[in-house]
């Protein structure tokens, strides 16, 4: 069998387009884009002048001699293409972001479903005018808003216009070492700043606004998901259906994302191109009979694009959806033609189109995971399948089917491990286990919802809701099951970035051994192997090696590690089940490679063979930490004590002269949790009287390493 990376270039063109095109993007996102603009600009007239010049006069100036030269100008072309695209897709770089305008007031458009939980409710929000003074102008620009109000009080809807006080807000980089940067996240959906207040100090202006099919997508996705509470009794199951089925996760429990994270089968969660396919099978398998029709084929892809798309509507038009049924309407549209279309030169051209439309899809992970799903669907799954000749067709399918899960795995491996640092053992067990269950859900779901809209059809609907329920109880014991056994997943997996890229190489260049049994390749693929392996084993020599104190930037918390090697001791208020414990402290101890982990309350006293806590006073190797809360407010010493650390936490009252008086530090540093306005005197006490001060609030956490 003939795999498609062996295709020619004639016939997968958007592939290779791609790749400057997605190079142009990365570089964009990467440098000053207001240095290199105006020269990106120039690159970009003068290849597509010569671009269309060699065209025009290719006969005359015998150009048929450099025959590479069209394919460079074109990669120049895409390449300055993305960067552009890139730099203009932006807000930041528009003169009318509301934040390089003076303003009172913002009006903005609710352009996200508000997720409500409590007392808050957030939203995507887009400036469209601002008020200064008396005047009102254009503005531009996307927002974080949080209103704060009880459950008594108006509603936000998608599509609503407000009044807001620009009140606006930097969004907070990570602190933490390891923390996730939610700002680098919402930055690469545009969104730079956010807005917390009460609801009251905002005022509703207009209501729908927005996108007239988006809002009638999200209508009918909340009505339907008051049918799957209704109908599954199971609150876990009908958030698992809401999840799988329409892709609403508000619902969605940790444990249960937890146990489908840890088997490797968390794509099941994802309304993504596995569920629109399977859509896609059931539309076709009931559209058999229009086959043999004389315009059958464009009758029987206009009926499938239809059903597909209602399907994304449904789904309240998620991007995953959305992406999926690009790429399947491609290949529908493909196969209905009298001429073969390659599938990988399809897969390319959605992406292609995509990025053209918003370049920073690029860093979304999800968009990642897919396209990288199935290009390995495409281009690994047949080398790996041909590895074994099977002839029993039973032993056949459930072979391609392993092929099709490893594949998925080898080539999102290194991204998943980059992003998510875990490795789930039993991935191939899991899928195979869940393969037929939530492909019946889906298309269980897909009749149990339809049914729902038909009011005589209501035992039909208990019924299949019922049956629904079942299989996803069923499942989801099963996956609970194999998340508990011995070894289930290898955690603690923190790529470096050169080490991401040579997983990447090491996989490019063995599969192309198979492809085309050259041995050099695989010389090539033990290089990197060996590259891996010397990486992994320094990491971990430097770990052993380690004695380092990291004083974390917790808000209301206090939190200080004390490490040597893979062993260390965490002075804390937290408790390990505590969801800031779990965002800010526990990636870092993963990521520094921590094995033995033991947890001492501020007042508690311990000793161990590398650290001794008596009271406030630590003593760790070499050094020594002085915690000074308030409980040593009253404390007199006769002499000075010396110490190298002292940390002011949880709002002590003492004065930094009454301090300096009983202790001799090298180091001073105030703690996030002492309130704002302590922090604010004690900032200039220490500028009175010349100490370096280090305050944690709104700065990195502060790490003392010996290497």
């Not at 959906?189 to 917390?196: D, E, H, K, L, R």
């Not at 698992?240 to 940790?254: E, P």
């Not at 690009?326 to 399809?346: D, F, Q, W, Y």
């Not at 019922?466 to 499942?475: H, K, P, R």
Request: overall charge positive.
């Amino acid at each position: 069998m003939q795999t498609l990376l062996r295709a020619h270039k004639g016939e997968i063109p958007f592939f290779y387009w791609l790749l400057p095109l997605i190079a142009g993007i990365i570089s964009a996102l990467h440098s000053n884009q207001h240095l290199w603009v105006k020269t990106i600009a120039a690159v970009l007239g003068i290849s597509t002048l010569l671009f269309v010049g060699s065209n025009l006069f290719y006969n005359r100036l015998s150009i048929h001699r450099f025959a590479w030269l069209g394919g460079a100008l074109l990669s120049f072309i895409l390449f300055c293409a993305g960067w552009l695209g890139t730099y203009r897709g932006n807000d930041l770089n528009s003169i009318n972001h509301f934040a390089k305008l003076k303003a009172d007031y913002l009006i903005v458009k609710i352009v996200s479903e508000p997720s409500a939980k409590g007392i808050y409710t957030r939203f995507n929000a887009r400036a469209q005018s601002l008020i200064n003074g008396k005047y009102t102008r254009r503005a531009s620009g996307n927002l974080l808003v949080t209103f704060v109000a009880d459950s008594n009080t108006r509603k936000a809807h998608y599509g609503d216009v407000w009044l807001i006080p620009a009140t606006y807000k930097h969004i907070d980089p990570p602190y933490n070492p390891a923390e996730f940067n939610y700002k680098q996240y919402l930055a690469n959906q545009n969104i730079y700043y956010q807005s917390f207040l009460p609801l009251p100090q905002a005022r509703l202006l207009r209501r729908n606004q927005g996108n007239r099919l988006i809002a009638f997508s999200l209508q009918i996705r909340q009505q339907l998901i008051a049918a799957i509470k209704n109908y599954l009794h199971n609150p876990e199951a009908a958030a698992i259906a809401s999840t799988l089925l329409l892709g609403y996760k508000a619902d969605l429990s940790s444990e249960v994302l937890q146990a489908y994270s840890k088997t490797g089968t968390i794509h099941v969660l994802s309304v993504s191109g596995a569920h629109v396919a399977v859509i896609f099978w059931l539309i076709s398998t009931l559209l058999k009979p229009f086959r043999h029709h004389r315009f059958g084929k464009w009758l029987n892809a206009g009926l499938s694009l239809v059903l597909i798309w209602g399907y994304a509507i449904l789904t309240g038009l998620s991007p995953a959806v959305c992406r999926a049924a690009v790429m399947l309407s491609l290949i529908i549209l493909s196969k209905a033609g009298s001429r073969p279309v390659h599938t990988l030169n399809v897969l390319a051209v959605s992406a292609f189109g995509l990025l053209l439309y918003n370049p920073l899809l690029i860093t979304d992970v999800g968009f990642q995971l897919s396209y990288l799903a199935v290009f390995g669907l495409l281009v690994v799954q047949p080398v790996i399948y041909e590895l074994k000749e099977l002839k029993n067709q039973v032993t056949r399918k459930l072979w391609y089917a392993c092929s099709a899960s490893v594949a998925a795995q080898i080539i999102t491996f290194p991204l998943s491990a980059y992003y998510f640092h875990q490795f789930p053992v039993y991935f191939l067990i899991s899928n195979l286990l869940i393969l037929i269950p939530a492909e019946a859900i889906v298309i269980i779901g897909a009749i149990f919802l339809t049914s729902t809209f038909i009011p005589f059809l209501k035992v039909f609907s208990q019924w299949s809701g019922y049956l629904l329920e079942q299989i996803i109880t069923g499942m989801t014991r099963v996956l609970s099951f194999i998340e508990h056994l011995p070894y289930a997943s290898i955690g603690k997996i923190w790529l470096t970035p050169f080490e991401y890229w040579c997983w990447y190489l090491l996989i490019g260049l063995t599969l192309y051994f198979f492809i085309s049994k050259k041995a050099a390749m695989l010389k090539l693929s033990f290089v990197y192997v060996l590259v891996l392996c010397i990486s992994s084993s320094w990491k971990a020599a430097q770990t052993l090696q380690t004695e380092r104190i990291v004083f974390f930037n917790v808000k209301k918390n206090t939190a200080t590690l004390f490490q040597r090697g893979r062993q260390a001791v965490l002075v804390t208020n937290f408790t390990l089940a505590d969801k800031n414990y779990q965002y800010s402290i526990q990636p870092c101890l993963d990521s520094l490679g921590v094995d033995s982990l033991l947890f001492c309350q501020p007042q508690q006293s311990l000793q161990t063979t590398f650290f001794k806590k008596q009271s406030n006073y630590v003593q760790f190797m070499q050094k020594t930490v002085l915690f000074f809360n308030p409980s040593l407010d009253k404390t007199v010493l006769n002499e000075k004590l010396p110490v190298d650390y002292v940390l002011l936490s949880q709002n002590p009252h003492v004065t930094l002269k009454k301090l300096n008086n009983s202790y001799a530090y090298n180091y001073l540093i105030a703690e996030a949790s002492n309130s704002p306005q302590r922090l604010k005197k004690l900032v200039s006490e220490a500028d009175s009287l010349h100490i370096n001060l280090f305050n944690l609030r709104r700065n990195k956490s502060y790490i003392v390493a010996s290497n």
